[in-house]
């Protein structure tokens, strides 16, 4: 990728997505990829994630609202473990929300940086559910 079109694109997500600390691919610690990547990734998207999941409950699950709290929060952890094409699409969310550095990390990191983006779609939906239906 052109060098200039690489930072101009890194500065404006870094602009739009809050971040306060630059990420620096040599980081040795995943949590500072979880705090400076993947949850101002996740305050920005929260309301396409959303969106993607209401689609995907209507077209899937249409008696959603019908069903407890409970039931509602195990469908989303069973999909989220079994659906790879919605698991993949959000996680996709993320993924083009990061810099050339991030996404480097996340590439070399793949396994457990799409576990940590499951976690946080999970606990996610689970804590906006009134907002699936």
Same mark, same amino acid.
């Given at each position: ?34 705090? $400076?990547? #993947? ?8 309301? /396409? ?8 409950? +209507? ?28 698991? $993949?699409? #959000? ?8 810099? /050339? ?8 990191? +793949? ?23």
């Amino acid at each position: 990728m052109n060098e200039t079109l690489a930072s101009e694109r890194d500065e404006w997500l870094k602009r739009i997505g809050s971040r306060k600390v630059a990420f620096s691919n040599h980081a040795e610690e995943p949590h500072d990829f979880h705090n $400076n990547t #993947l949850m101002p990734i996740l305050r920005f998207q929260t309301g /396409i994630i959303i969106a993607q999941f209401r689609k995907y409950i +209507k077209k899937f699950k249409p008696a959603f609202n019908a069903y407890n709290q409970n039931t509602q929060k195990n469908f989303i952890s069973d999909v989220l473990g079994s659906d790879r094409r919605i698991k $993949n699409s #959000l996680i996709a969310s993320f993924v083009s929300m990061m810099t /050339i550095d991030e996404y480097e990390y996340y590439c070399q990191h +793949k396994t457990n940086s799409n576990n940590e983006i499951v976690k946080l779609l999970t606990s996610t939906l689970h804590d906006h559910l009134h907002m699936l239906y």
